[in-house]
């Protein structure tokens, strides 16, 4: 009988039920050649794996999506009234959010802003002094650190510690917050790095993959029985989180991100790519960049949700980037490293 590496069946079982388009196959091989070279040599037999294996060789099953399951007990328009109650962010991070269409900012002025929220500050301190940036002696300051990283990465940091500490943990649900978030540093590290390599705004690119699920939180958090009827049935039907809260609301955390987004004053184009990262048909490079690095993240397991499926890749979406297999697969080394410093060094 058949035997196959434990990572490929791995694999394989996120990527279940994904059309076997080219796109699908370069970002899939890429990933398992990038597994394979770091794995033990462990085999698994595929007469007890449960899993279809091996996407060339083998015909996958159609993706079943989730069928409608009513009439929807909550309303979009609930949602925006909710969204209307929050706080705002801290004020810090509303002038951060403001450099992001002003070039003209005083980004000195925003500095001593930072260092005087002394949370922010120690969370982003910590990001840079780690290993990953390989600076020789301690960062003491928020002007240090920003005269040697940049103030856009800086202020990356600043923001992801900000977002990261909004919400406080879903009560009457059954949520993983630290699961969401290794997500959502994940995907905006993916986003950071495809923005790079395909010659986009890499800060923004990690901004947009940071809140591309924002409004997955905002609905547990803020709707927390409606939510528990999505995972409910997520998990019923094996489907995809976006397909279940349109069977289950009859809408979806990207729209509810998007209003999300706008209301705390990030740019148009930041809203836009949260709203498009599960449908980004002809929706701009940064909208490919979300879309790209949110499949990527699901499919490199960052949030260690074994459960969940990758999300099918737009074909025209992954052309628009310009990448290929090889340069992707070299991508994901530093991916992996940056994803456990941030997580780490992010968290609460």
Known sequence: ????????????????????????LDLYHA??????????PDQVNLGHAGVLAGKDAHATP??????????????????????????????????????LNNEFADIGQIAKGIAKDQSLAARALRVANSPFYGIQHEVASIHEAIVILGFRAVG???????????FPLPVGIAFDLTRFWRHGIGTALCARALAR???????TAFTVGLLHDIGVLLLATTRPTHYAKVLAWRA??????????????????????????????????????VALHHAPGGGGDMVAV????NILAHALDLAGDP?????????????????????????????????????ALLAR
């Open 307 to 343: 459960r969940a499926r990758v999300p099918p890749l737009d074909m025209e979406t992954w052309r628009r980037l310009g990448l290929d297999r090889a340069t992707l697969k070299a991508l994901l080394a530093g991916i992996e490293q940056e994803h456990e410093n941030y997580c």
């Open 31 to 40: 990933v398992l050649e990038f597994r394979l070279e770091q794995a033990a």
């Open 197 to 203: 390599a395909s010659g986009g705004d890499a800060e």
């Open 62 to 99: 159609a993706r079943q999506g989730c069928a409608l399951s009513g009439a929807a007990t909550l309303s979009l328009e609930q949602v925006l009234a909710d969204i209307r109650q929050l706080p705002s962010l801290p004020a810090v991070v509303g002038e951060l959010v403001k450099t």
């Open 156 to 166: 990356s940091l600043v923001m992801a510690a900000s977002v990261m500490g909004y």
């Open 236 to 273: 019923a039907n094996d489907c995809l989180l976006v397909e279940a809260e349109q069977a289950v609301l009859g809408f979806d955390h990207a729209q509810a991100g998007e209003a999300l987004a706008s209301r705390w004053g990030f740019p148009a184009g930041i809203a836009r790519a």
């Open 1 to 24: 009988m058949a035997t196959l590496p434990l990572e490929q069946v791995r694999l394989d079982y996120l990527f279940r039920g994904s059309d076997a388009s080219t796109a699908d």
């Open 290 to 293: 979300a879309h790209v690095a």
